[in-house]
C-alpha cells in the first residue's frame, strides 16, 4: 500500500496535533525507508516481475528486517520515542503508525509479509485487483485528507499551496507507479524509493510550517 499509509498520518494529526507531520510521515514510512537501504546492501531482495500481481511488477522476494512485524514493532519503540517524546499519548501514537505499515502492507500484499524473520508469510492479496486496490487506497487518502484539512488551516502560501502540491506529487507518483512502466532495474527502484521518501517527508515539513493546528494539543 502507498497512499494509505499517508492516508493514516494525515489524519493521525487529529489525534496527535502537537507532532509535526512530517514525524508523522516518518513514523508510517519507516519501513520503506529502511528497505531501500537493506536492499542495496544485499541484506534484503526485491525482483522485477511484471504479473506477480496485478498491480505491481514488484516481487518482494525477502525483507524481514524492514517488514516484519517483529522488527517494525522494535522500529516503532526507537521513532515514536524520537518523535512522539512530549507525551504517553504521542509516543503511543507514532508508535502504532509505525507498526501500522505492516497492517496496511499484509491487507495489500499477497502472503509474502513475516511476523517474525524466517517465519511464516502472510498477505491477503489486495493487489490481484486493481479496482479493488484503487477503491481502497483513494478513499483511504480522501478520508485521511479530509481529517487532515479540518484539523490545520493554512497560515501562508506554503501551507495551502505546498499542500495542494504534496497531494498531487502523491496522486502522480502512486497512479505513476501503477499504470507507467515498470523500473529498468533495481538499483533504479531503489533509488528512486528511498528519493522518493526522504523527498516526501523533508516536502510535508515545508508545508506544515505553513500551516497550523485547530485543535489544542
Partial sequence: MFLGHFA??????????????????????????????LVAMGIEQVRIAPGDTAFTPLEFVSYPYSHSLLCLTLTAVGVAFAVGRTSRKTI????????????????SHRPDMPLVPGGGR??????NSIPATLAVELTL???????????????????????LGLVA??????????FGPPPPNVPALVGTALFGTLLVIAWSWW???GRESRVRP
Fill in 207 to 209: 508545508v506544515d510550517r
Fill in 169 to 178: 506529487f502523491l496522486l502522480v507518483a502512486y497512479l505513476g507507479a501503477a
Fill in 122 to 127: 502472510y498477505g491477503l492479496g489486495l493487489w
Fill in 92 to 107: 503511543l501514537a507514532t508508535g502504532l503508525l509505525v507498526v501500522s505499515h505492516w497492517l496496511l502492507d499484509w491487507i
Fill in 8 to 37: 493514516l498520518a494525515f489524519a493521525a494529526k487529529r489525534v496527535v496535533p502537537s507532532v509535526p507531520l512530517p514525524g508523522l510521515f516518518l513514523a508510517v514510512q519507516a519501513a520503506d525507508v529502511e528497505w531501500p537501504v
Fill in 141 to 163: 487518502f480522501a478520508a485521511g485528507l479530509t481529517v487532515y484539512l479540518t484539523t490545520t488551516r493554512a497560515r501562508t502560501a506554503a501551507g495551502r499551496w505546498g499542500l
